[in-house]
Every structure is written in C-alpha cells, then in structure tokens.
C-alpha cells in the first residue's frame, strides 16, 4: 500500500518561495503518475501539476512560469518548487499518485488519483 507525506509548507510572504515534499513509502513511486492538488477553504480540490512516468509535466494555469514539479525516483520523493507566491496560493497542498499512465487531460482531476497524502499549509501573508 502506497503512502503518501508531504511536508515543506508554512507562512510565507508576498513574492517568497516555498519547497514542498512528497515522501512515498510502502511502494515505488516511479510506477505511479504524480499530481500536485491545492484546496482553499470554501473551494474545490484544484489540480495544479502533474508529472508522468515518463517524467512528461503538466501544469495548469495558476502554476505555469512560478512552480516546477520534479519526482526523484532514487529517493522515493517528489517536489514542487513554488516561486513568487501569492496570497491567493493560500491552502492546504496536497500531493497525490495514480497510475502508470495518465492522459494529460486527466492530469489536473482528482478522479484520476488513487493515493492522497494528508496535506500541508501553504499560508502566503505579510
């Protein structure tokens, strides 16, 4: 059984960085899809990156030009490098594996993921 802890997240000012990381256990996430999700309070689980096993990224347009997503397979890991953040990057980050293969129209659904990790804040305030 795969699990999932992510860790990295914390108060953060306008224009700062954060490294989030995604620490598999149980099974090796070089056979799985991996996806980078955010929820707001108030708002639905939004998709942000994913990247494939053939290390193919994606990203939406909320992330596009400020976050990198990166898996390292040798350390059972994935990262996602935010830069110039902003107050409305604000929630809790979750990270997320699915199968050997996603379409990348199903890269940003939650549906497509079968394995969450509980979440890490993500707060961006002056």
């Known amino acids: 059984q795969l699990q999932l802890v992510e860790s990295g997240g914390g108060l953060v000012q306008p224009g700062g960085s954060l490294r989030l990381s995604c620490a598999a256990s149980?099974?090796?996430?070089?056979?799985?899809?991996i996806g980078w999700f955010r929820q707001a309070p108030g708002k639905e689980r939004e998709g942000i990156s994913c990247i494939r096993t053939s290390d193919t990224t994606f990203y939406t347009d909320s992330a596009k030009g400020r976050f990198t997503i990166s898996r390292d397979n040798a350390k059972n890991t994935a990262h996602l490098q935010m830069l110039s953040l902003k107050p409305e990057d604000t929630a809790v980050y979750y990270c997320a594996a699915g199968p050997v293969f996603v379409s990348i129209g199903r890269c940003e659904l939650p549906g497509a993921y079968n394995y969450w990790g509980q979440g890490t804040q993500v707060t961006v305030s002056s």
């Open positions: 149980g099974t090796a996430l070089k056979g799985h899809t």
